[in-house]
């Protein structure tokens, strides 16, 4: 049975930094490509960045570029997402999931097994 759990979410002022992480049972982790999703009240969900099976390889959304970090540690099946300067747009609630191996995506249709999410609250 696939599972994946996120935490680290919060409540953290503008500037501020949280930390996510993703563990992840019942699938070879070490050779799937992950990824970070949020979404806002109101709004779809957006990609927020990627990482390669072996985290050689990774990307970001626009948005979070210079500000988010994702990494994972396939000896704990978990993944990272590192998060500074965090502002209020930040605000959603973050999830992760399975993508593929490569190239990696960043379309929500292209990964499969998903977490029930945290939440990120940032105020100003």
């Known amino acids: 049975q696939v599972q994946l759990v996120e935490s680290g979410g919060g409540l953290v002022q503008a500037g501020g930094s949280l930390r996510l992480s993703c563990a992840a049972s019942?699938?070879?982790?070490?050779?799937?490509?992950m990824g970070w999703f949020r979404q806002a009240p109101g709004k779809e969900r957006d990609f927020v960045a990627a990482?390669?099976?072996?985290?050689?390889?990774?990307r970001y959304a626009d948005s979070v570029k210079g500000r988010f970090t994702i990494s994972r540690d396939n000896a704990k099946n978990t993944m990272y997402l590192q998060m500074n300067s965090l502002n209020p747009e930040d605000t959603a609630v973050y999830y992760c999931?399975?993508?593929?191996?490569?190239?990696?995506?960043?379309?929500?249709?292209?990964?499969?097994?998903w977490g029930q999410g945290t939440q990120v609250t940032v105020s100003s």
């Open positions: 999931a399975r993508g593929p191996t490569w190239p990696l995506s960043a379309q929500s249709k292209d990964y499969d097994y």
């Open positions: 019942g699938l070879p982790f070490g050779g799937i490509g």
């Open positions: 990482i390669m099976h072996n985290g050689r390889s990774t």
